[in-house]
């Protein structure tokens, strides 16, 4: 997979290096490309930024250089060219590439939208500073390219670069090599399938006793199927309590019986059509 990352700073996108993306870029099954925004910028001080129409506080990103940096590098990759990857994958794509906008404005960055990105060949991100980049940039690029402008939450940074830096890790660890575990995400919160609407239960490792505290007996039991009941049952008492939103858009078919079951112990109701609702009142806290 090739990721071109657009960027004032270009040094914020450092940690790249290191950890899990940094061995699979050692390992060539990530081409990242770190590119500053300044390089397609012509006056002596090298702007990027502009006074809003309309008035108001804060600085927009001008429109001029993120369309030189946008067309040179779709330029540089297109079908059959750009790939080092050893995957075989190209780092070009016949649709171009998904062009990834982080934006508190955006639709919420998710598991789902993580897993959509990994099947791509490639993708750019465009992390902006000041007020965000001149509207017209995005219509431009939306109408040639895939534009997909996400949010990581219902909060706001002083820039992209983190953001960039989440939907990178979350993107690169569902790549096919990436970890060292292929099935290491399947069990993870939110993960597609039986964990799509769940929270991961806890985890335990050695000692058994630790300031004397023990682990679940189950765990011991060398029981597969009771361990992964286990797991399940506390899967789903940690999402009614911390996320009970996804409780009620769990989809009807991912609940077994025994998972109705537990949930109508925890004050749940099942509703006509499978999905579970609650009152305020009858949920354990
Ligand atoms: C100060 S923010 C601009 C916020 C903008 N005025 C608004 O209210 O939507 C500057 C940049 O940081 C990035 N950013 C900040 N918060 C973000 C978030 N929650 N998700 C994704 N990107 C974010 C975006 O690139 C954004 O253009």
């Not at 990105?117 to 750019?124: F, H, K, N, S």
């Not at 799509?196 to 058994?208: I, R, S």
């Not at 006793?209 to 009941?229: D, F, M, Q, Y």
């Not at 399940?232 to 858009?249: F, K, M, S």
């Amino acid at each position: 997979m090739r990721l071109d990352i657009v960027t004032i700073f270009p040094e914020y996108l450092e940690p790249l290096n290191v950890s899990l993306v940094g061995k699979a870029r050692a390992r060539g099954l990530l081409d990242v490309r770190v590119h500053d925004l300044r390089q397609w910028t012509h006056d002596r001080h090298n702007t990027v930024d502009d006074t809003p129409y309309g008035g108001g506080p804060g600085m927009v990103m001008k429109p001029e250089p993120w369309g030189e940096a946008l067309d040179a590098i779709v330029a540089s990759g297109g079908p059959g060219e750009g790939s080092d990857t050893e995957d075989g994958s190209r780092g070009g794509s016949e649709h171009g590439p998904v062009v990834v906008v982080p934006t508190p404005s955006g639709s919420p960055f998710t598991q789902t939208t993580a897993v959509e990105l990994a099947a791509e060949p490639w993708l750019v991100f465009t992390p902006a500073r000041y007020e965000g980049i001149d509207r017209r940039v995005i219509e431009e690029y939306g109408e040639r390219l895939r534009v997909r402008e996400l949010s990581i939450g219902d909060y706001v940074l002083a820039g992209g670069e983190a953001p960039v830096l989440v939907m990178v890790e979350a993107v690169a660890r569902l790549l096919p090599g990436v970890l060292g575990n292929a099935e290491s995400h399947r069990d993870d919160s939110f993960a597609p399938g039986a964990m799509a609407d769940l929270l991961e239960g806890p985890v335990y490792t050695k000692p058994p006793v630790w300031r004397g505290r023990g682990i679940p007996e189950v765990l011991l039991s060398g029981h597969h199927g009771r361990i992964a009941r286990w797991r399940r049952d506390q899967a789903l008492h940690r999402t009614a309590r911390y996320r009970p939103d996804l409780i009620e858009r769990c989809d009807p078919a991912a609940l077994d019986a025994q998972d109705r079951v537990l949930l109508a112990e925890l004050g749940w109701t099942e509703g006509d059509d499978g999905r579970f609702g609650r009152t305020a009142s009858d949920v354990e806290e």
